[in-house]
């Protein structure tokens, strides 16, 4: 049985087979978010017990910057035009399969209001 439970992770008690599975399902439901405008909702707690899928940093910040746009109202389109990029190369810096340069995703959050900061623990 599958629990969709705290995004962007997956919880499942008894599934240690299915972990590829289950990131593609938790991959492809933040791009469903992603594509619909809407925010990808965050872990409210500590992981549970059992087989828990994680996100990469990078995947983890992009999340977080899509998360900031949608609050914020803007588009793509209109974040595009702030940075000076074209749409398709902020859309593609975007997308979970890309890398991206964190630099960038600084730009992204700066251009609403917000700034980028990284802790080690």
Do not use: C
Request: hydrophobic share 40%.
């Amino acid at each position: 049985m599958m629990h969709l439970t705290d995004w962007p992770e997956i919880y499942s008690a008894n599934a240690s087979h299915l972990e590829r599975s289950l990131g593609v399902a938790l991959r492809t439901e933040i791009r469903r978010k992603f594509q619909a405008g809407t925010p990808v909702p965050l872990p409210r707690s500590k992981p549970s017990n059992g087989v828990n899928i994680h996100l990469s940093a990078s995947e983890s910040l992009k999340v977080l910057v899509h998360n900031e746009l949608v609050k914020n109202r803007m588009s793509h389109e209109a974040l595009a035009r702030s940075l000076r990029m074209p749409a398709p190369s902020l859309t593609r810096a975007l997308d979970l399969e890309q890398p991206v340069d964190v630099d960038l995703l600084s730009s992204m959050v700066a251009a609403v209001g917000k700034r980028l900061i990284a802790y080690i623990s």
